[in-house]
């Protein structure tokens, strides 16, 4: 009989002052030690597991009260792998199925003793990680990184392609005021069938907008005349050594017009810039005070353009290659006037009579490629800033100076002598060592609001 009372056996639930009388009732009624499993979950629960008698059991002989066995086992390893069992090791003594607590037949052969385990909390974590997160992670941080080589790569070509017709444009044809103009009038072209065509969209501005950019326009305008006449005094490469003394500018303007101090060190990084820069000048073969001097320039009017676009800028909601667009519009109303009257239409067709004498049909295309990538090097250079840091940028302009130089020795078969090569390279050097310096000295991102575009 008490066999049967076994297997009919059922589960109830009490609190623990209840669980005690009943244990004392079964204890002195059978004389075996109750099944007792302890659950933890906000307070203390216990569950029994008891035979309920039709009969009476006067007829046993009483016992004294016998404490339940309880036994612990010791904490498990908790590993990235899937347990199998009746308690779950996210929750400390905790059930996470009441399923299989009844016992088989076989099972009532053996003495009933029930195994608590105990979890820490502390010591249990998620067992399933989700790697597909990891992976997306992974795959979004490679195409960033395929993204910025592609800018890159891209700002390098178009840039180089530029100066090599720009300079061939200026050797058949040396009137530098009607090549900028041109170049700013494509490019102006080119976004305002960009914007019609719904290509790109077309910025929304005001008028304190337009009133914001006008002196970053002027500044913008004189540097690249300047630069384009430099250019077409003396070679390409000389043009871009010194305008690698950029920075030197920049940091006298805001020391001695601004009051802006700056570090030791980054002071320190113009010595190889200026010396550099006045290394290559002497020992300049083929040396144009023109020509200098209109780099110098150049250096000076892109240093008031990033300051005034600095401040003037500021809050605006324009940027990327939209701004670059306005900028570049505006620049063209104010530099169309002062060519005309510089150079004028007489000189113009005088020598464009001339360029297609000596070159042919070729020239159309010369001055067409050289304006057309005028504004695609400048607008890429304008997309870049938005995906990639100011030290990112620093490196890259000062490898597209390279890239400049280097290209238009080869293809315009520049006599370069060692001294001369060596006097650009300290240059170039101290230009990346001050953008280093720059940037992770005082944390400013200042090239993101006033790239060298030249």
Not at 56 to 84: A, E, G
Not at 253 to 260: I, K, N
Request: overall charge positive; glycine content about 4%.
């Amino acid at each position: 009989n008490l066999e049967q009372h076994k297997h009919n056996a059922h589960t109830h639930v009490y609190n623990f002052s209840s669980l005690r009388l009943r244990v004392q009732n079964l204890s002195n009624s059978l004389n075996y030690p109750p099944t007792i499993r302890i659950l933890h979950k906000n307070t203390m629960i216990s569950s029994v597991k008891h035979t309920p008698f039709s009969a009476s059991t006067d007829f046993l002989p009483k016992k004294r009260f016998l404490t339940p066995t309880l036994k612990f086992s010791p904490l498990p390893i908790i590993q990235n792998s899937i347990f199998n069992n009746k308690f779950s090791s996210e929750k400390p003594l905790h059930i996470s199925s009441t399923q299989n607590l009844t016992f088989s037949p076989k099972e009532q052969q053996k003495e009933l003793k029930t195994q608590c385990n105990a979890y820490e909390a502390d010591r249990s974590r998620p067992l399933d990680i989700n790697i597909e997160v990891l992976d997306e992670q992974a795959r979004f941080e490679a195409a960033q990184r395929l993204k910025i080589g592609i800018y890159f790569a891209t700002w390098w070509a178009l840039n180089v392609v530029f100066n090599i017709y720009n300079k061939k444009v200026l050797n058949a044809f040396p009137y530098p005021w009607l090549t900028s103009t041109l170049s700013l009038a494509c490019g102006s072209l080119m976004m305002l069938v960009s914007w019609a065509t719904r290509i790109a969209e077309a910025p929304k501005t005001d008028l304190e907008f337009w009133k914001s950019l006008f002196p970053v326009a002027v500044a913008h305008t004189i540097g690249h005349v300047a630069a384009t006449v430099s250019m077409s005094k003396v070679a390409v490469s000389f043009t871009h050594i010194i305008k690698s003394g950029e920075p030197a500018f920049s940091v006298l303007v805001s020391r001695f017009l601004f009051g802006e101090t700056l570090p030791m060190p980054v002071y320190m990084s113009l010595l190889p810039i200026i010396g550099g820069c006045a290394l290559a000048a002497v020992t300049e073969l083929n040396f144009n005070m023109i020509g200098f001097m209109g780099a110098m320039i150049s250096n000076l009017a892109f240093v008031f353009r990033n300051i005034f676009s600095k401040k003037g800028m500021k809050g605006k909601s324009v940027g990327g290659m939209n701004y670059y667009a306005c900028l570049s519009m505006m620049s063209l109303l104010i530099l169309t006037p002062f060519a005309i009257a510089v150079e004028g239409p007489q000189m113009w067709a005088a020598g464009w009579q001339k360029a297609i004498a000596q070159i042919g049909p070729n020239f159309v295309w010369w001055v067409a490629a050289q304006s057309i990538f005028y504004h695609l090097y400048n607008q890429v250079s304008y997309m870049s800033l938005d995906q990639i840091s100011p030290l990112t940028f620093s490196i890259g302009n000062t490898m597209k100076r390279i890239s400049v130089i280097v290209s238009s020795i080869i293809i315009f078969h520049t006599p370069v002598q060692p001294v001369n090569a060596l006097g650009a390279a300290i240059a170039i050097l101290g230009t990346f060592i001050y953008s280093q310096f720059l940037v992770q000295d005082l944390g400013i991102y200042v090239t993101k609001s006033k790239p060298s575009l030249q």
